[in-house]
């Protein structure tokens, strides 16, 4: 898949398939293999574009959530999507958050996964040490139900992420601003159908989160994948593509 990246200007992304177009949003950590599946599925039906978002490249004084939205609303710009649908998981979830309230007249659906926005458990509730690949991929672990998808692939690339000191510090400022930064306020102010696919074994944002989250969005549906963590396109990608597929033609039919 990272052959497949296309380079324009400050963008780097990838843009396959076509129809309505579903915007993939990554978290802090991995970004194009959590989504492999998904992509590949998704595709055969619809224009998947994935941004990879500036996480490490960002001033430093302006690595936070509002400067991710700021990014993704000039990509689409850049792009000329009129209105497309957001897929978020985890801090890229946050940024569809923000970015839905900005902007919602060019959103037609929102999806999101184990999103940051209301509370999260940042890195399973505790400081990488980063000299420690051992604790690394106890930690990477958290994210899943099953620990057998902590690969050694994963766990190398978180490990050699929060051993670069100048990502490490961009990271843990991206955590804060996300822990900073409470949607509850803006939420309830959505007017899109939002659909919610959660893991019920979800550690880092748990079910109580998803429950919140359908709470206060007005055009909620909340699904749950039992035996699934915090990333359920990547743990769970057949189930999770079950859920979002009729739901999501069923919705974008209606609009």
């Not at 060019?106 to 458990?121: H, K």
Request: some cysteine.
């Amino acid at each position: 898949m990272a052959q497949g990246l296309k380079e324009e200007g400050e963008f780097r992304y990838i843009d396959v398939g076509q129809g309505p177009v579903l915007v993939f949003l990554h978290g802090l950590f991995g970004a194009l293999s959590n989504f492999e599946e998904t992509i590949d599925h998704f595709a055969k039906r619809y224009r998947v574009v994935m941004p990879i978002l500036p996480l490490y490249t960002l001033p430093m004084l302006n690595t936070n959530v509002n400067a991710l939205a700021d990014f993704l609303r000039r990509f689409l710009v850049h792009k000329g999507f009129p209105s497309v649908s957001l897929l978020g998981n985890s801090l890229g979830g946050h940024v569809a958050l923000v970015y839905c309230s900005r902007h919602a007249s060019t959103v037609d659906a929102l999806i999101l996964t184990g999103s940051s926005g209301l509370y999260e458990n940042a890195f399973g509730g505790g400081f990488p040490r980063r000299e420690d690949k051992e604790f690394i991929r106890k930690k990477v672990a958290v994210t899943f139900y099953d620990p057998r998808h902590a690969t050694d692939a994963l766990v190398d690339e978180c490990y050699e992420t929060v051993n670069d000191k100048a990502k490490l510090i961009r990271i843990l400022s991206l955590a804060k601003s996300a822990i900073r930064h409470n949607m509850a306020a803006e939420i309830p102010k959505l007017r899109m159908p939002v659909c919610l696919i959660w893991g019920r074994q979800d550690t880092i944002t748990p079910p109580d989160v998803a429950e919140e989250f359908h709470k206060l969005i007005p055009h909620s549906e909340l699904f749950w994948i039992d035996e699934c963590g915090h990333a359920a396109m990547m743990e769970q990608p057949a189930a999770f593509n079950a859920i979002l597929d009729p739901w999501l033609a069923k919705t974008l039919a209606k609009a």
